[in-house]
């Protein structure tokens, strides 16, 4: 038997972190705002004729085998997939093989995306039967223990679901909203966002930690910033859904001056400046994705003016990466072998 399993990466338009639990429940509530994109998270994985458990990444260039599976230890790059086979127990030796479209330390929710397509391809093998939600709660629980650190929530919903989302915490749970967007519109939202790779890797698990704490001991900057990252969170989702370009770009603005406060780790020189050139080859703003620090950065533009910010950002050694948003979530093609 072969499965393979394809998810969507993520651009975050406001509300990242406080996806994070519990700083929603102590905010009494909380929104996320992101829109699934095309950069997938791909999964392929085979059963075997011996016990043998395979693991390898395509993109990393890694690859561990274990003899059986209780022979498995999580430990180094592929530590998440290994956890993810662990959990699953399947009952034959299986390869897995992996592969993520976005750089290495991305922002975009590339590891989670991973996560959530091998949950996905192994619930199936193991007929596990859990649904979606359940998939993500275990996932969250893995990659907390993978990253040794609280984590958010929202990029697991993209990487599933697909869309544009808004995504809703409070004390009772988390719920998925879906923009509807017609084919017209999401062009016109396409035709205005730049994505690039600034060429810094970036680890969200750092700053978030940071920002977590700084929060429970009740720093007044930090609480203080969260807290307008939370506002603007609200106003992005009221814009998105209502298809407010000008207004979207303004809120990006005011969330990444905010987000800036959070800590010294989610910007550097080099960041400012790249945003400034940007901004003086006409762009409305820009952020950066995740929790800041590198990885990848969203620029919003007028359509006119998009090609003089593409080649400013070009000259400045910025990668662009062409996207498109991706209105369904995780896909999965089951091969059954006939005899």
């Not at 990029?155 to 599933?160: F, G, H, L, P």
């Not at 989302?165 to 016109?188: H, K």
């Amino acid at each position: 038997m072969k499965i393979s399993v394809q998810t969507p990466n993520r651009i975050d338009l406001a509300g990242g972190t406080i996806d994070i639990y519990p700083l929603y429940v102590f905010e009494e509530g909380a929104v996320t705002v992101n829109a699934a994109i095309q950069i997938l998270s791909k999964i392929e994985i085979e059963t075997r004729s011996d016990s043998k458990i395979e693991i390898s990444s395509l993109d990393l260039k890694k690859e561990v085998l274990f003899e059986h599976l209780s022979d498995c230890k999580p430990e180094g790059e592929l530590d998440l997939l290994v956890r993810a086979v662990q959990q699953y127990k399947p009952q034959t030796g299986i390869s897995l093989k992996s592969e993520n479209q976005a750089p290495q330390g991305s922002g975009i929710g590339a590891s989670s995306a991973l996560l959530m397509a091998a949950s996905s391809g192994l619930n199936e093998l193991t007929e596990k039967h859990l649904s979606y939600q359940q998939i993500i709660d275990m996932g969250a629980n893995l990659e907390a223990q993978t990253i040794k650190i609280p984590t958010g929530k929202q990029d697991y919903y993209a990487a599933v679901y697909g869309g544009i989302n808004a995504v809703w915490f409070d004390e009772r749970g988390i719920r998925l909203e879906q923009m509807n967007y017609s084919e017209t519109e999401i062009q016109e939202l396409e035709s205005r966002v730049i994505l690039s790779y600034t060429g810094i890797p970036h680890f969200s698990g750092e700053n978030n930690w940071t920002i977590m704490k700084r929060y429970i001991d009740g720093e007044e900057k930090t609480v203080k910033a969260l807290r307008e990252i939370k506002k603007t969170a609200f106003k992005m989702r009221d814009a998105v859904f209502h298809k407010q370009w000008d207004q979207i770009g303004f809120l990006l603005k005011e969330e990444w001056e905010n987000r800036k406060k959070l800590t010294s780790g989610v910007t550097t020189e080099k960041i400012d400046e790249i945003i400034l050139q940007a901004e003086k080859a006409g762009a409305v703003s820009s952020k950066l994705c995740g929790a800041g620090g590198g990885g990848c950065m969203i620029t919003w533009v007028e359509p006119e003016k998009r090609e003089q910010v593409e080649s400013a950002l070009r000259a400045q050694g910025i990668k662009l990466l062409p996207f498109k948003i991706a209105l369904k979530g995780l896909k999965t093609k089951l091969s059954i072998p006939t005899f």
